[in-house]
């Protein structure tokens, strides 16, 4: 089989990345190891910046989202047992931010790549990339039982943070940076109006909150548990009582409770592999770099990756130039690493760390306190939450 760009992963970030190049015309093919109702089941995040809207309305697959996701202009800061409003458009110039989930992203990108027929080969195993250090790019895989090899001018690793792509780059080719939380997220969707119109993250003694939600009757709720806590130990049940104890009386008194869709633990991680490019191989997405939830960027950060990817592949193809593909990691690492300093101060604000000094606990409250009464403050905090420039 032979393409322009082959993309190793069938997530949002491949998918973007695919229908992007097929509006420039540029020939491409997703390879993924999963089959396409797992890619769907997985539950994900859905705070979209303005420019990642932006980008998916370039990408021709923005009309439902913009039918069914929620504008949200502002959150809220719950502590002491009470909450204080972030006015993001007030203090951005009017940004704000789409409430949409990626589970809903990646349906609509799948629909749009199948409706123009570019060809996606779901339930790829022993994938082997080759080649990305010269001129003859390209991968070996099994799909239905037949070893089959697939010949490119480039590849884009866009298949996550245990995938194949950065894993075939030579140790000493990159460089990673790691920073492990010591708790993690029980999250639980459930088929119930949210409890508030607007996210509300909330510092508590017992733990960090977040109310969220996918529409205006399904939920999503985080709350802080130590990484030895399993999911099977969580009844229904014990999680609401859990959030109600840790809400402000306002939110505890409106909160609507049912039946759980679904429930995880996810650990907190901050990580960066540089460079994201080795000669025709590019990572992009979780197979570069990963932020802890807190604060949203990590889908995000692989729509601005993809852009920078997409920019560049198409100034190759049309204009013969190289300019967007030399500086394709460095302009990706300055957006990436601000977005890990957000994420890393906004995550060590909200949580608790265990064993924590009482002097810790204390400058805590003093920051937030600080960032609720500084129009300053409230404006960086805003400024980064909707996202800086591209």
């Not at 705070?47 to 809220?76: C, I, K, P, S």
């Not at 039946?259 to 979780?286: H, Q, T, Y």
Request: aromatic share 8%.
């Amino acid at each position: 089989m032979r393409t322009q760009v082959l993309i190793v992963g069938a997530g949002p970030s491949g998918l973007l990345l695919g229908q992007l190049l097929h509006k420039a015309g540029v020939a491409n093919l997703i390879v993924e190891r999963q089959t396409g109702d797992y890619v769907l089941g997985r539950i994900r995040a859905g705070v979209l910046e303005q420019t990642t809207v932006d980008l998916l309305d370039q990408a021709g697959v923005g009309a439902r989202m913009h039918a069914e996701g929620l504008v949200h202009h502002g959150f809220e800061l719950m502590f002491d047992g009470q909450r204080h409003h972030i006015d993001l458009s007030r203090l951005t110039g009017g940004k704000s931010v789409m409430v949409y989930g990626q589970t809903e992203v990646t349906h609509d990108l799948m629909e749009a790549r199948a409706a123009v027929g570019e060809q996606t080969l779901y339930s790829a195993s022993d994938v082997e990339l080759f080649g990305f250090d010269g001129d003859a790019p390209g991968a070996r895989c099994t799909v239905n039982g037949e070893r089959i090899e697939i010949l490119c001018d480039y590849i884009a690793g866009c298949d996550g943070y245990h995938g194949v792509s950065r894993a075939s780059v030579p140790a000493d080719a990159i460089q990673t940076h790691e920073k492990v939380y010591p708790f993690g997220w029980l999250g639980m969707l459930s088929d119930t109006p949210p409890v508030s119109h607007e996210l509300i993250y909330g510092r508590h003694e017992r733990g960090f909150t977040l109310c969220s939600m996918r529409s205006s009757t399904r939920s999503r709720y985080y709350l802080q548990v130590p990484l030895t806590e399993q999911v099977g130990d969580w009844s229904d049940e014990r999680f609401w009582n859990e959030l109600r104890a840790r809400m402000d009386p306002a939110a505890a008194a409106a909160l609507v409770t049912g039946p759980s869709l679904e429930k995880s633990i996810a650990p907190l991680r901050s990580f960066v592999a540089e460079p994201m490019r080795f000669g025709r191989l590019f990572l992009a997405g979780d197979a570069a770099h990963i932020v802890p939830p807190t604060g949203a960027k990590g889908l995000n950060l692989a729509a601005s990756d993809v852009r920078y990817l997409s920019q560049a592949l198409i100034e190759h193809y049309r204009e013969k130039s190289e300019a967007g593909i030399e500086h394709y990691s460095s302009r990706c690492l300055s957006r990436i690493w601000k977005a890990e300093r957000f994420s890393w101060w906004f995550t060590s604000l909200m949580h608790n760390l265990p064993n924590e000094p009482e002097i810790d606990a204390k400058l805590h409250r003093a920051e937030l306190e600080y960032v609720v009464s500084s129009e300053a403050a409230m404006a960086s905090m805003a400024e980064n939450y909707v996202g800086l420039p591209w």
